[in-house]
């Protein structure tokens, strides 16, 4: 059961360009979180999704970012016009349907904005 | 508003020493986790600890949780350079979202 898996692991993109962040959860799971962190920071929790759900975005920045988790085919992190400041590393998360189970993260994606 | 603070942020020990790092988290929670992160890395899950009184051991390093006093700690016995890492507290509620502690970046010196 191949684990969680995030593309690109590394990602370059020029102020103002978007960004676009997959993660693909492991097989079986329905539910999927996205955290970020900065440089020398610990992880902050962005938005929790179920399928075609959002159930949690109490993280989101209000601005440029969105996340999807469609009925097929992987989530998407969508960070319109990017800034410096997004510069950090983004961890996917997946988990079971069931309170029971603990959440599997992701390799990354480090973002790098020049 | 729950808060996870984790004491101390950056600890250097000499190789074959103890020491203790500390999580407080400010409000119940259901599950404690601590995780490694190596430089560059993802998170390695260490423990999951889900009741008072809880611990756990995996070789050089054990977890407790207090739940009445908040606060979880996790011990590192006679320190080998190999456990060099950040590790991570993370406190959840229900199924929604992990809350993280600060991290503690270890190094353990010869």
């Known amino acids: 059961n191949a684990g969680v898996m995030q593309n690109p692991r590394h990602l370059v993109r020029r102020r103002g360009q978007e960004a676009r962040l997959r993660c693909s959860p492991m097989?079986?799971?329905?539910?999927v979180y996205w955290y970020r962190q900065l440089p020398e920071e610990g992880l902050k929790f962005m938005v929790y999704l179920q399928k075609e759900n959002i159930i949690d975005e109490s993280g989101m920045p209000k601005e440029r970012f969105s996340a999807e988790f469609p009925k097929e085919g992987p989530s998407i992190l969508r960070i319109q016009q990017v800034v410096r400041g997004d510069s950090a590393a983004y961890f996917c998360?997946?988990?079971?349907?069931?309170?029971?189970?603990?959440?599997?993260f992701g390799p990354g994606t480090r973002l790098t904005v020049t | 508003e729950l808060k996870v603070e984790q004491n101390p942020l950056f600890l250097s020990m000499q190789e074959g020493k103890n020491y203790t790092i500390y999580c407080n988290y400010s409000t119940t929670s259901d599950r404690l986790y601590w995780y490694r992160q190596d430089p560059g890395k993802s998170l390695e899950s260490l423990f999951v600890l889900l009741s008072n009184g809880a611990v756990k051991q995996e070789g050089r390093l054990m977890a407790s949780l207090d739940t009445k006093a908040r606060l979880s700690t996790l011990h590192i016995t006679a320190a080998v350079h190999d456990l060099s890492a950040t590790y991570f507290c993370a406190v959840e509620r229900g199924t929604d979202k992990l809350i993280f502690g600060t991290g503690t970046r270890l190094q353990v010196f010869p």
């Open positions: 097989k079986g799971h329905s539910h």
């Open positions: 998360a997946s988990s079971p349907p069931s309170s029971e189970y603990e959440q599997y």
